[in-house]
């Protein structure tokens, strides 16, 4: 069974830096691209950043370009948001989400995490 | 980054049907697939179209997707109170970005 799990978000108070981390169980996961997405208090889903399977290829968000660091350890069969210089308006659940265009489709995500609640506030 | 634009809701009876449409640009939708994702109330979205129209394997054939041009749409028949949530649409953009659309709230009446 494909599983997601997030951990590491937090309170934490502008300009402060937090890590995100997400495990992941139940596939061959170098083999499949991921991303972070996340979702403000109320409002609609928004792409963070990707990763592709051997890191050769990373995107970022305008919104989080030179601030945010995404990485991932095959070996951990983990993924991680790095968030630095972070502002109130980073606060949101952030969603790990398996990206399925490396293997059994042109674009997709189809498994998600739970999400973590990342929330900055002084 | 552009957003793909949805309304903000739609509502019908229960065994009726309702669409949501996605409305993108040529940097998007026009040149790449879309995926469909169903958000049920305090949970994770969840995949239930991918490639414009494909379905993951245990998603019932009440829920279709199709493309044309710079839109896509999302069909829902044979409407469910379990089919109450919101829905985004969302594809790669070239400028090297995922997009997803401003979501749509079904509510079953």
């Known amino acids: 069974e494909v599983q997601l799990v997030e951990s590491g978000g937090g309170l934490v108070k502008p300009g402060g830096s937090l890590r995100l981390s997400c495990a992941a169980s139940?596939?061959?996961?170098?083999?499949?691209?991921m991303n972070w997405v996340r979702q403000a208090p109320g409002k609609g889903l928004e792409w963070v950043s990707s990763?592709?399977?051997?890191?050769?290829?990373?995107y970022y968000a305008d919104s989080v370009k030179g601030r945010f660091t995404i990485s991932r350890d095959n070996a951990k069969n983990s993924l991680y948001l790095q968030m630095n210089s972070l502002r109130a308006e980073d606060t949101a659940v952030y969603y790990c989400?398996?990206?399925?265009?490396?293997?059994?489709?042109?674009?997709?995500?189809?498994?998600w995490g739970q999400g973590t609640l990342v929330t900055v506030s002084s | 980054q552009s957003v793909l634009t949805q309304p903000p809701s739609v509502s019908a009876a229960p065994g009726q049907k309702v669409t949501i449409s996605c409305s993108g640009s040529s940097s998007n939708i026009g040149n790449n697939y879309v995926s469909w994702y169903q958000q049920l109330p305090g949970t994770a979205p969840k995949l239930l179209i991918y490639?414009?129209?494909k379905r993951p394997s245990g998603i019932p054939d009440r829920f279709s997707g199709s493309k044309s041009g710079t839109s896509a749409t999302l069909g829902i028949t044979g409407l469910q109170t379990g089919d109450e949530a919101d829905y985004y649409c969302?594809?790669?953009?070239?400028?090297?970005?995922?997009?997803f659309g401003t979501g749509t709230k079904v509510t079953v009446l």
């Open positions: 490639d414009n129209n």
């Open positions: 969302g594809t790669w953009d070239s400028s090297l970005s995922v997009v």
């Open positions: 990763i592709s399977s051997s890191s050769s290829y990373i």
């Open positions: 139940g596939f061959t996961f170098s083999s499949y691209s």
């Open positions: 989400a398996r990206d399925c265009s490396s293997t059994s489709c042109y674009w997709g995500y189809d498994y």
